[in-house]
């Protein structure tokens, strides 16, 4: 029977491939993986399930890309994970010599890692960039240095901090470097209707962008957000009438501040009634009206 691994490499991308249940895979075990023209050394982060056939094809990730789904050709072993060490340690080589080149040429990018298959047939270079890059001349240039085939994929700023990885404000392992596979579309709307602070360093992660756990709670929000008052609303409360000014969606409570006394009171929401503030408006603190009814002058106008 045939499984479906997901594996990833030291460079931090991940894919999935196939492999016989006979390997007695188990997550976070090395394995070697066949994948086009190429051997590489994988670790398994997650065993999904078993496979299809219609997981031996992916989803065509270019012209010139194959589609067939990588295959795990057998466990790696103590002399695979070897020659991967060595592997690494050249892929910093290669680093190094890419940086040179890069700056020779006056290339506007920043490089990220390098990775050298198993086999060392091709070596992958992540680098990211404002916009596109003409790298045709710096991929023959490599390629003659390190004499073998030379790939260069370019990466948004969620991708490099996947692939470098780190600690997040809330102190756990980032969540792209960890668990998070695709990024989903998030925007300043998420932030507003949840309550939080628009500040910039309130709502932005580590890579810049907005923090990706905005998405998660999203939904729950709207829901909670449904039977709560909004600020500004007018209401009743046990000591009296006065304007709602704060609110805890998680909490289920406002902050009423009194007509009468001017305090600021907290309440559960279920304590306040929302009225009408075309008939209930507080009086500015001229004595003036608002431009409402008074509750005095039996509805009319000053």
Do not use: W
């Not at 240095?145 to 809330?170: F, H, K, S, Y």
């Not at 910039?200 to 909670?224: A, D, F, N, Q, W």
Request: hydrophobic share 35%; aromatic share 4%; net charge positive.
């Amino acid at each position: 029977m045939e499984m479906l691994y997901e594996v990833q490499v030291d460079s931090g991308v991940r894919y999935r491939a196939i492999g016989d249940d006979s390997l007695m895979l188990r997550q976070e075990d090395f394995c070697v993986v066949r994948k086009d023209f190429y051997l590489d050394i994988a670790k398994v982060v997650r065993i999904c399930r078993e496979a299809t056939p219609e997981d031996h094809h992916q989803e065509p990730q270019g012209p010139d890309k194959k589609t067939e789904t990588p295959v795990i050709q057998r466990k790696a072993t103590v002399m695979d994970q070897s020659k991967a060490t060595e592997n690494a340690v050249r892929a910093k080589s290669a680093m190094r010599v890419a940086a040179q080149h890069v700056e020779l040429l006056q290339l506007p990018m920043k490089l990220i890692n390098a990775h050298y298959s198993f086999d060392g047939k091709l070596v992958t270079v992540q680098f990211s960039a404002d916009g596109r890059v003409d790298f045709r001349e710096l991929v023959k240039q490599l390629s003659n240095a390190l004499n073998t085939r030379i790939e260069l994929r370019q990466i948004g700023v969620r991708d490099e901090t996947a692939a470098i990885g780190g600690i997040a404000p809330c102190g756990r392992v980032l969540c792209c470097r960890s668990f998070l596979r695709d990024f989903a579309s998030i925007n300043v709307k998420m932030a507003k209707e949840q309550d939080l602070s628009l500040t910039p360093s309130t709502i932005s992660g580590v890579c810049g962008r907005l923090k990706c756990c905005l998405k998660y709670e999203h939904e729950g929000y709207l829901e909670m957000e449904k039977t709560m008052p909004r600020r500004g609303d007018c209401c009743e409360c046990p000591e009296g009438r006065g304007r709602i000014v704060d609110r805890n969606l998680l909490t289920q409570t406002v902050v009423v501040a009194l007509e009468d006394s001017g305090r600021n009171v907290s309440f559960s929401k279920d304590d306040v009634r929302v009225v009408y503030p075309e008939k209930h408006k507080m009086p500015k603190k001229d004595g003036k009206c608002c431009g409402g009814c008074c509750k005095n002058d039996g509805g009319r106008k000053q």
